[in-house]
T-cell receptor
């Protein structure tokens, strides 16, 4: 079974609008972390935002916020006031803290295109 | 701002040749990782390294692969006999802590090495 599911292979948004990128996850580990990364066409992986499973509040970092719904096992990324430079691939990832594996498991990504 | 540095940015090699990909993790980080991304596909975990030994590895990380931390700063991935299917972007990453959720800051990735096997 997929641990991280990103159901939107591609998304379009108008510049200055907000956009939500979906991510659902599957784990039986009570302690885990959820991450979002941005990968522009140049290829590097840029860490955007982190949400811990025990965090009471949704994480925010500038124009990025994470809509964390634990019961639904979803961790959607919201980008407010989209800019042309936000056009990139976005990956959701999870780390299961108490399992023996400490690596990140990535979703398949969503290609976001911001339209002028 | 400290960053993970990878060299080279692009390597072309003949099938069957050995390649070494190099990484300098962030200096106070304790956990080191290699991931790869075949063009157009998801990022896949290869191996994690802590306290001078492999802590986890995936099924991709077979006997053709090895990792080493030869000194206090470098972290290398060696592929002994490259195959065409090893062509991918290889990312090194490091993190400050492995499994303390309240202190997690994510894995910080290098800019990647694009390996092309011909």
């Amino acid at each position: 079974a997929q641990k991280i599911t990103q159901t939107q292979p591609g998304m379009f948004v108008q510049e200055k609008e907000a956009v939500t990128l979906d991510c659902t996850y599957d784990t039986s580990d009570p302690s885990y972390g959820l991450f979002w990364y941005k990968q522009p066409s140049s290829g590097e992986m840029i860490f955007l935002i982190y949400q811990g499973s025990y965090d009471q509040q949704n994480a925010t970092e500038g124009r990025y916020s994470l809509n964390f719904q634990k019961a639904r096992k979803s961790a959607n990324l919201v980008i407010s006031a989209s800019q042309l430079g936000d056009s990139a691939m976005y990956f959701c990832a999870m780390r299961e803290v108490l399992s023996s594996a400490r690596q990140l498991t990535f979703g398949s990504g969503t290609q976001l295109t911001v339209l002028p | 701002e400290p960053e993970v540095t990878q060299t080279p940015s692009h390597q072309v090699t003949q099938m069957g040749q050995e390649v070494i990909l190099r990484c300098v993790p962030i200096s106070n980080h304790l956990y080191f990782y290699w991931y790869r991304q075949i063009l157009g596909q998801k990022v896949e975990f290869l191996v994690s390294f802590y306290n001078n030994e492999i802590s986890e590895k995936s099924e991709i990380f077979d006997d053709q692969f090895s990792v080493e931390r030869p000194d206090g700063s470098n972290f290398t991935l060696k592929i002994r006999s490259t195959k065409l299917e090893d062509s991918a972007m290889y990312f090194c990453a490091s993190s400050e802590r492995g499994n303390r959720p309240q202190k997690q800051t994510g894995l910080f990735f290098g800019q990647g090495t694009r390996l092309t096997v011909v």
